[in-house]
Structures are given as structure tokens and as C-alpha cells.
């Protein structure tokens, strides 16, 4: 069985950094893109920030200059770098991998819990 967890939210102030980690386990046999998602209250899930498995990068324009996607291949790990957060930064950040496990299914999407990012003073 294939999970992710995620870990690193919290509250921080405006002008904060945070830094959200996302470890995925169990019987993995490949995975291609890894991404962070979030979700503000009345607004839908919409696309942080993605890595694809040769570590090619794409952002929101929301987030590009502030924010860093990265991952560790042999951790199974996508990490987020958070600079200057801002107010509207607040929302909760879901974690996002395609894997392939060990049996014969294609590969699917697998998403973790999700982990609450609040920026206030």
C-alpha cells in the first residue's frame, strides 16, 4: 500500500519561510512527477508548484521567485521551500506523486493528507 505523508505546516508570519516536506512509502516501484497543491477556504485545489522525475520545475505565478520545488529520489521525498510568504499563502498544502507499485496496474495518483499553512501576524 502506497502513501504519502506530509510534514512542516504551521503558522508563520507575513515575510516567513516554512518548509513542507512529503515522504512517500510502501511498495513503490517508480515514481514520475511529484507536485504541492493547495486549497484556501471557498477556492478550489490548484497547482503550487511540480517536479518531474529528471527534475524539471514548473510554478504557479503566484509563487515563482518565492517558492522552491525539490526532491530526493532515494528518500522518495518532494520538498517545498516557502520565502515571503504573504496572507494569501494561507491555505492547506496537499502533496501530490504519480507512483507505479509492484503489481501490474498502470500508475495512478496518490495524495497525502494535507498539512495547514496559515500566514498572519
Known amino acids: 500500500q502506497v502513501q504519502l505523508v506530509e510534514s512542516g505546516g504551521g503558522l508563520v508570519q507575513p515575510g516567513g519561510s516554512l518548509n513542507l516536506s512529503c515522504a512517500a512509502s510502501?511498495?513503490?516501484?517508480?515514481?514520475?512527477?511529484m507536485a504541492w497543491y493547495r486549497q484556501a477556504p471557498g477556492k478550489r485545489r490548484g497547482l503550487v508548484a511540480l517536479i518531474t522525475s529528471d527534475g524539471s520545475t514548473k510554478y504557479a505565478d503566484s509563487v515563482k521567485g518565492r517558492f522552491t520545488i525539490s526532491r530526493d529520489n532515494v528518500k522518495n521525498t518532494v520538498y517545498l521551500q516557502m520565502k515571503s510568504l504573504k496572507p494569501e499563502d494561507s491555505a492547506v498544502y496537499y502533496c501530490?506523486?504519480?507512483?507505479?507499485?509492484?503489481?501490474?496496474?498502470?500508475?495512478?495518483?496518490?495524495w497525502g493528507q494535507g498539512t495547514q499553512v496559515t500566514v498572519s501576524s
Open positions: 510502501g511498495e513503490i516501484f517508480s515514481i514520475d512527477d
Open positions: 501530490n506523486a504519480d507512483i507505479a507499485d509492484w503489481t501490474p496496474a498502470p500508475s495512478r495518483d496518490y
